[in-house]
Structure formats: structure tokens, C-alpha cells
């Protein structure tokens, strides 16, 4: 099994900018799909985006395309999500995944490896 460590939550105003990380131990990075996913106060946990193992096929929530970029540094063992032009909306506490699946997917049942989450606060 894989360990997860989100990272770099925080407050940001509305257009700004932050940079998550997820580190990963235990095992190497490269033998999982990788996905962000989000939780708002009252709501559902709900998929943002999601990186093959190499990193050459991504996909995107329609909420956050062309705003967010999930990359991959299999050397380093980390994962990230660049969010650009943030929102109010995108207030949320911020989730890693990772399935040991072949394919990228949306699917959260499929994801069997999380971290702890780091919350993310977009002020108008």
C-alpha cells in the first residue's frame, strides 16, 4: 500500500494561485493513476483530476479545466495540483488518490489510497 501527504492548503483570494503537492512512501509512485479530489462543508467528495502513471493522459472535472493542472514527478514521488484563477467555489478540503488501476479515472470507488486532505479557502 501506498502513503499519502497532501500539502501547501491554505487561504488565497479569489484569482490567485496555489500549488498542492501529494508525496508518496511506501511504494513507487510510477505503478498508480493519481487523482485530486474535493470535499465542501455538506457535500460530496467529488473528482477534480486525475494523471496516468507516466503522466501522458489527464483529465479534468468541467468545474476546473483550463484553471487546474495535475503533473507528476514519478522521481520525486509527488504529485500536484496547480490552481489557477481560483474561486470561491473551489473552497474546499483537498484529497489525493491513488489506484493501482491501468487506466486514468473519474470513478472514487476505484481510488483505495487517500491522504488526510489539506483545505483550501478562497476569500471574495
Known amino acids: 500500500q501506498v502513503q499519502l501527504v497532501e500539502s501547501g492548503g491554505g487561504l488565497v483570494q479569489a484569482g490567485g494561485s496555489l500549488r498542492l503537492s501529494c508525496a508518496a512512501s511506501?511504494?513507487?509512485?510510477?505503478?498508480?493513476?493519481m487523482g485530486w479530489f474535493r470535499q465542501a462543508p455538506g457535500k460530496e467528495r467529488d473528482f477534480v483530476a486525475a494523471?496516468?502513471?507516466?503522466?501522458?493522459?489527464?483529465n479534468y472535472a468541467d468545474s476546473v479545466e483550463g484553471r487546474f493542472t495535475i503533473s507528476r514527478d514519478n522521481a520525486k514521488n509527488t504529485v500536484y495540483l496547480q490552481m489557477n484563477s481560483v474561486k470561491p467555489e473551489d473552497t474546499a478540503v483537498y484529497y489525493c488518490?491513488?489506484?493501482?488501476?491501468?487506466?486514468?479515472?473519474?470513478?472514487?470507488?476505484?481510488?483505495?489510497?487517500w491522504g488526510q486532505g489539506t483545505q483550501v479557502t478562497v476569500s471574495s
Open positions: 494523471i496516468s502513471r507516466t503522466g501522458g493522459s489527464r
Open positions: 511506501g511504494r513507487t509512485l510510477s505503478r498508480y493513476v
Open positions: 488518490a491513488a489506484t493501482s488501476g491501468m487506466v486514468v479515472t473519474t470513478i472514487r470507488i476505484r481510488y483505495d489510497n
